[in-house]
């Protein structure tokens, strides 16, 4: 990594812990550099303004996202939409965090409509997510593990409901059904909507099909 | 209707016009005046702060929103459900207005972990409209029309879709997948997830169950 790197992967962090701590509303490059170790003014050095850098920040986070996803896991495709359901929908680390940084991140969201750049690079985030959902089902589909869905149009309702509980878990705070949620999700649309039709359970499938070997 | 609830009614229309117009973070009960056709003094007489004011509108906001799925509609638990996404994803009327309002709705959200009031309001209706969903399910799964799910798991799904795919209308702008998503939550949260197995095609079927006559 370059000196250069490694300055903006410390600025990114930054941005990180001062959006957790100040939401996006209140957020300044000042807050951002109070939680960075070197100086203000290279923050200014790499980034033009606080447009500029919550541009370079959602980039940065897609980034991790899919390192997170595609990354050293695991290569089954109905573990990877699992681990894409965790990362969005509970989170990885502390639970007190993450929220924080969850609800900064929905302020950035709503303020997309007001903010060109911000949305332009939300949709290029949403793109290449959606993106990685369809070629997971895509694959899935043509091993045989998953059956036939549309992957892009499954990738888009994927997607939704991910965010969407992410979102309610933000707005509800801890009234939230976040755990249902999430247990909806891995349930029925990772689990019984793409089982394959020789593993469908034998309640949903003719009472004598249990043996016949599937499709 | 009594003069003040006719009253009452018409401050809910004019907040709801002046959050289409302004957003949640600029509205002012100034704002609601103006598009208020009697005086501003009787808004204040019926509602103490802006405070007061919203967490009314989200009261009645819900109570369109379940006379709406409910009222005078079909029976039918498969057309219920269709018709709530419908309301949540693409809206009923003026395309523009739908995303202003929604716009408004979404920043309004954002703000909820802090307020405090908003919130417990919010709570309010997402218990309600969950517990709606999760009566529809029931009602499909006792009638032999939808595949036996729980009720409250699918619920929790089902209205993390719904609401993530109209969020997603505003976050992304002209550029959202919401026909796709739309399309995604008819196709398989209300079709072939809730299929009841007599129904299922074929495909997903044992080769020789297609005239088994179901479980």
Do not use: W
């Amino acid at each position: 990594m370059s000196g250069d790197d490694s300055t903006r992967a410390a600025i990114m962090d930054a941005t990180f812990r001062a959006l957790a701590k100040h939401g996006y509303a209140d957020l300044t490059v000042q807050a951002i550099a109070d939680e960075f170790e070197k100086s203000k003014s290279l923050i200014h050095y790499h980034y033009d303004s606080k447009a500029d850098l919550m541009v370079a920040f959602l980039s940065h986070l897609l980034d991790e996202f899919i390192d997170e996803v595609e990354g050293g896991g695991p290569d089954d495709p109905r573990e990877r939409l699992h681990r894409m359901a965790e990362i969005v929908v509970v989170g990885l680390g502390d639970d007190a965090a993450t929220r924080d940084f969850h609800t900064a991140l929905l302020g950035m969201r709503a303020q997309a409509p007001f903010e060109p750049d911000l949305q332009d690079q939300l949709v290029e985030n949403d793109r290449l997510i959606r993106g990685v959902i369809a070629d997971i089902v895509r694959e899935g589909v043509e091993s045989g593990e998953f059956r036939e869905v549309d992957p892009e149009r499954y990738a888009a309702l994927f997607r939704s409901a991910i965010e969407g509980a992410q979102s309610h878990d933000v707005i509800l705070g801890d009234a939230a059904p976040t755990d249902e949620a999430f247990a909806g999700i891995e349930r029925y649309l990772i689990g019984d909507l793409l089982m394959a039709s020789e593993d469908r359970p034998a309640s949903s499938r003719s009472s004598d099909g249990a043996d016949d070997g599937g499709a």
